[in-house]
């Protein structure tokens, strides 16, 4: 394994990315979430997405220089048009008057259109809870995962992230793909040629398989059966036609086998505690600490784990696996 500092593997990744043409406002945004997956130990969504970005870019299918605009489109809802560029840098564009308008009205809708997607949601999230806001956001991605009790792929692995804010500690965030697993983790697997759990997906055939190139050939599966699907519909259509912005199924046609990531759009709503409850705000968010108290009595909360990891890489840094260390360095070729 390598071992690099928090510094170092911010370094890289900016490197990586200014050495492709991404412009300095692209670089921050997008090294900023990725060092954060790193840290915190989310494998499949941490230096590893560098791979997929600099393939998207090869492929002519993300613009590295890309300038979000800002649409203004009514009191409690806004649009960022990220105009080909990835998701991150419209986010950040976005966030101020997204907040501003929670404020006023109590809650506000946040559409991200026209963006390449590679990011984990819970970094937004924590983002909005770091302003005293409950968070909810969701996206399609590529058609890669097939609906309950079919076969044939028709979703996209579908995240969908909450966070609440605690005072004095960090939030209660939980964020999942409505597939069994994010595909990412599914090509972690075949690069290391490990076999993955029975459940995750199927092959071309319809059958289980525990063989990750077969499932990312074949299709994934959503997590808790029609449950999951549901949820993943639900997705497809309130962060897709209803901000005016592509299906997974749709992702997948305008990438035309390129292999690039995906390109849709994505929902964030913002509630604003103190608007829904005046002065009563923080005896009813308190309300919320014996629940995660409760919660845990088994084992954790989400994102515990995440916490735990980023305390421990903000001491001794992180670790890559030797192969992909060696496969970004050969990036700054
Ligand atoms: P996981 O199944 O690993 O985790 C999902 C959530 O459940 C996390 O909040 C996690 O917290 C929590 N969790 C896991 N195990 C437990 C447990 N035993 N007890 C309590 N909580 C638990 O994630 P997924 O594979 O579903 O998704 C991974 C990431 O991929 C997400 O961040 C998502 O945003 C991203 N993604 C992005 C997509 C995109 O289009 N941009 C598409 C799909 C996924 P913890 O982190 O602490 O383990
Ligand atoms: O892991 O499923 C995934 C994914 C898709 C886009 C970004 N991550």
């Not at 997008?30 to 060092?35: E, L, N």
């Not at 001794?316 to 990036?331: E, H, N």
Request: with cysteine; proline share 6%.
């Amino acid at each position: 394994m390598a071992q690099l500092s928090l510094e170092d593997t911010r370094i890289l990744a900016q490197n990586i990315l200014r050495h492709h043409d991404f412009s300095e406002e692209q670089v921050a945004a997008i090294a900023d979430v990725m060092v954060a997956g790193q840290r915190d130990e989310c494998a499949s969504h941490g230096l590893y997405r560098l791979l997929g970005c600099i393939a998207t870019l090869n492929a002519g299918k993300v613009v590295p220089d890309a300038q979000p605009e800002i649409i203004d489109v009514a009191p409690a809802l806004l649009k960022v048009d990220a105009k080909g560029g990835f998701s991150p840098l419209a986010f950040r564009r976005g966030l101020p008057l997204a907040l501003e308008k929670a404020r006023q009205n109590g809650l506000s809708a946040f559409a991200i259109n026209h963006c390449v997607h590679f990011s984990a949601l819970w970094v937004e999230i924590e983002d909005i809870t770091a302003a005293g806001m409950v968070a909810l956001a969701c996206n399609p991605s590529h058609a890669w995962v097939a609906p309950a009790g079919g076969s044939k792929p028709l979703f996209g692995t579908n995240p969908f992230a909450f966070g609440w804010p605690r005072a004095g500690q960090l939030p209660f965030v939980f964020d999942f793909a409505t597939s069994a697993i994010a595909r990412g983790d599914i090509e972690l697997h075949r690069r290391e040629e490990r076999p993955v759990p029975l459940g995750w997906g199927i092959n071309d055939g319809g059958q289980p398989t525990t063989d990750a190139a077969a499932i990312l050939s074949g299709a994934m599966l959503t997590f808790g059966g029609h449950k999951g699907s549901a949820l993943s519909a639900m997705i497809e259509l309130i962060a897709g036609p209803l901000i005016g912005d592509f299906t997974s199924a749709e992702s997948k046609d305008w990438d035309h086998g390129a292999g690039a990531l995906p390109y849709h759009g994505e929902l964030i709503i913002i509630l604003d505690p103190q608007r829904f409850l005046g002065d009563q705000a923080t005896e009813h968010l308190a309300r919320a600490e014996p629940l995660f108290t409760a919660m845990a009595q088994n084992g954790r909360l989400p994102s515990q784990r995440r916490y735990e990891a980023r305390q421990r890489s903000q001491q001794q840094g992180i670790t890559l696996p030797d192969t992909l260390y060696r496969d970004l360095l050969a990036l700054l070729d």
